[in-house]
């Protein structure tokens, strides 16, 4: 078909183009026409239909041949970087998210967060960053989230307006749109596929030190098992993963999680993901399902994402029956919020258990509860390391290993403060030396001039 170009729009952008000296900004907005107008006469030229049953690659080529084919017949002075761009933006938009395709396939971005049509987000590396990403209107970002859900299968309008569902690609997507939304369309992409900092890299950016790291190896090696808590972002299913590159090859492992975040490099993986119910409400399978399941599944250990509800009994029960080594995360202030958040689930799940006894259950079936914190400038900390040691009465006695002795802030907002052991040698240290992974004792030594200042008066049972 032949293009018949829109020869008014044009002359009415080559006149502004006359009009010197041209500000940016309206050198943006005339670009800004011509892409609308190029957007329009590729959707009428290319039979879209046909397209989608073509192979990508195929259609990304039709497309720069049209669009190249087109701009070479635009009489407006663009130069090759206009050029370049206009094409690039052209092929996302008809193929791919639009402006958000440049995001989507940097894979250094965890998360992409559109407030508004003119306000999106990204983290990157744990810091959040506002772009300069911009959708044309709130009507432009809508079709872009169609596309995403419709995509999926799902759909999405006033109402039911909101979507909560998966990307083929693991990301996980938010969508909730007004009446819901007050100022238009909402959309979180969070991407768990992301590259995850490895042990170097967090030891490098100041979240712990080597003889922490050597600690929980060996934690990890001499089947203890581990909760990792800290609130939210604070890198817990990053070290969870961390640690799970610590397994033995041989040992059989078995995940369960909300949204497969994890990414266990070894063989004899068996990873299970939960389901959320249809839109009738049916067909609903629980973390509590999944780890049932699990356990008929002959695991050497089972890694559980994040333990939210009921499936924590279960969990438990496994802890104490065989399946040592089973580590999790939890959201939580401090350990002992931890401990307490695990006793309120069991509570709510309907058991009746006696606190003591509850109490008992728990202290018994953890070893060493590992916290996490996202201190005020950026930097992901591992508070402290402790081990669980029995009960005291009525309470779970919880010894710190190492912790973070914060002093203060910096002028430049940096906190001051330094990872110290606390001179306690952990009871399972003995454990480790069984299993072939002994610790120097030096690693439990304090330093000799660092005083302990807080840590030592108030230990982190006091603290709350
Ligand atoms: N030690 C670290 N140093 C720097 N960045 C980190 C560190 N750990 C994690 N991150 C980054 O912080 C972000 C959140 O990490 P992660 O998903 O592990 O946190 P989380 O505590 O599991 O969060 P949630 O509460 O959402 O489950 C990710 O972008 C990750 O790359
Ligand atoms: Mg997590």
């Known amino acids: 078909m032949a293009w018949l170009p829109d020869r008014k729009a044009e002359r009415k952008t080559s006149e502004a183009f006359q009009q010197r000296p041209i500000s940016r900004e309206e050198r943006e907005k005339i670009l800004h026409d011509i892409k609308r107008r190029l957007h329009r006469t590729l959707?009428?030229?290319l039979d879209l239909a046909q397209l989608e049953q073509m192979e990508e690659t195929l259609v990304a080529a039709e497309i720069r041949r049209a669009l190249t084919q087109l701009l070479a017949d635009d009489p407006f002075p663009l130069n090759a970087e206009e050029r370049a761009r206009i094409a690039e933006e052209l092929e996302f938009e008809i193929l791919g998210l639009g402006p958000l395709e440049p995001l989507v396939r940097d894979n250094t971005i965890s998360d992409i967060l559109v407030n508004r049509y003119d306000e999106v987000y990204i983290e990157r590396f744990g810091m959040l960053h506002l772009t300069d990403v911009?959708?044309?209107?709130?009507?432009?970002?809508?079709?872009i989230i169609h596309k995403i859900v419709s995509n999926i299968g799902r759909r999405i309008d006033e109402s039911s307006p909101m979507v909560d569902a998966r990307l083929p690609d693991g990301s996980r997507v938010n969508a909730i749109i007004p009446p819901l939304a007050l100022d238009g369309p909402i959309l979180s992409i969070r991407r768990f596929m992301v590259m995850r900092p490895t042990i170097e890299e967090i030891l490098a950016r100041g979240t712990l030190i080597p003889e922490m790291a050597e600690v929980m190896r060996a934690a990890v090696k001499a089947k203890l098992n581990i909760l990792i808590s800290g609130g939210t972002g604070s890198g817990k299913t990053t070290l969870l993963n961390i640690l799970s590159t610590y397994l033995d090859p041989e040992e059989r492992i078995v995940t369960v999680e909300d949204s497969a975040e994890l990414q266990l490099q070894k063989r004899?993986?068996?990873?299970?993901e939960t389901r959320p119910p249809n839109i009738e409400g049916k067909g609903e399978i629980t973390q509590r399902d999944l780890v049932r399941n699990a356990l008929r599944?002959?695991?050497d250990r089972i890694i559980v994402g994040e333990v939210r509800g009921p499936e924590v009994?279960?969990?438990f029960q496994a802890m104490n029956t065989g399946h040592e080594g089973s580590m999790t995360t939890i959201h939580a202030n401090s350990p002992r919020d931890a401990l307490l958040r695990l006793e309120t689930m069991v509570n709510l799940a309907g058991y009746q258990i006696p606190q003591k006894a509850l109490r008992h259950l728990i202290s018994s079936s953890l070893d060493v509860i590992i916290h996490l914190a996202r201190h005020s400038d950026g930097v992901r900390r591992v508070v402290s390391i402790s081990e669980i040691t029995g009960m005291e009465g009525e309470v779970i006695s919880l010894q710190d290993i190492f912790v973070f002795d914060r002093h203060g802030v910096a002028d430049d907002g940096k906190i001051l403060g330094q990872f110290v052991a606390t001179g306690v040698r952990p009871r399972f240290a003995d454990r480790c030396a069984i299993y072939g992974v002994p610790i120097p004792d030096s690693y439990f030594t304090p330093p000799a001039s660092g005083r302990l200042r807080r840590s030592r008066a108030f230990p982190l049972e006091a603290r709350r």
């Open 297 to 299: 599944m002959r695991p």
């Open 43 to 45: 959707v009428e030229r």
């Open 313 to 315: 009994m279960d969990m």
């Open 268 to 272: 004899n993986v068996c990873r299970l």
């Open 134 to 143: 911009r959708f044309r209107d709130n009507a432009h970002l809508m079709k």
